[in-house]
């Protein structure tokens, strides 16, 4: 069985970048449904107990479009929650040094960040990946991600989808891009993650399914 997996902060911590109701209802009802929706799922195509990767790449595979829709959604959200922190740094070392290469600065990564996610129509993520040819910004819809394509690894990621900010922000995606992008990235995680892409250490996992109870 799929676990919804804790958030690394209180509900009220990331406040008021992203408020306690925001993460209340985005956490505790959306992501969710997604988790108990993968569990329902996950049986009928055979791929109950596997890593929550395996299950996002083996129903792409198959083609099977509800259970990839769920399951990329149940992993995209978990690790959109270890892409923020209310210790707020900004980027420092070889990742640092990799922004500056590929963007020309942290600004002018936000530029491009933010311009992906307020243009990306309709539902989906803004993407910060690492590959062979370094750090590029993309974004993808609904429950697509990046670990079912050949970008590279995923870095950071923002959710774009309205229930993610129509509460704090309204309308206003880049209002809440600009200001997430500002004071809420967990840069160290997004550390992390660019050292696995380069081979020192794993990459993030969703946690482990757990056994039910006979």
């Known amino acids: 069985m799929y676990v919804l997996p804790e958030l690394p902060y209180a509900h009220d911590a990331l406040e008021p970048i992203v408020s306690a109701e925001t993460l209340r209802t985005h956490h505790g009802k959306h992501h969710k449904a997604y988790v108990d929706k993968t569990n329902e799922l996950a049986p009928k195509a055979g791929v109950a107990g596997r890593p929550m990767e395996e299950v996002v790449r083996e129903a792409r595979r198959l083609g099977d479009q509800k259970l990839f829709n769920n399951a990329g959604q149940a992993w995209n959200h978990a690790f959109f929650w270890q892409c923020m922190t209310p210790d707020f740094r900004p ?54 991600t990046p670990i079912v394509h050949e970008d590279g690894t995923p870095l950071l990621v923002c959710d774009v989808w309205e229930h993610a900010y129509y509460l704090d922000y309204k309308n206003d995606r880049k209002g809440f891009l600009e200001r997430w992008f500002d004071e809420a990235v967990n840069w160290a995680f997004v550390e992390a993650q660019y050292a696995a892409a380069k081979g020192q250490g794993q990459g993030y996992r969703y946690r482990a399914p757990v056994n039910e109870p006979a």
């Open 91 to 144: 980027p420092s070392g070889e990742l640092a040094q990799a922004i500056d290469q590929a963007f020309g600065g942290l600004d002018k990564l936000k530029e491009a960040f933010v311009a992906e996610g307020v243009n990306h129509f309709a539902s989906g993520w803004a993407w910060l990946v690492a590959g062979a040819d370094g750090l590029k910004v993309t974004s993808y819809h609904d429950g697509d």
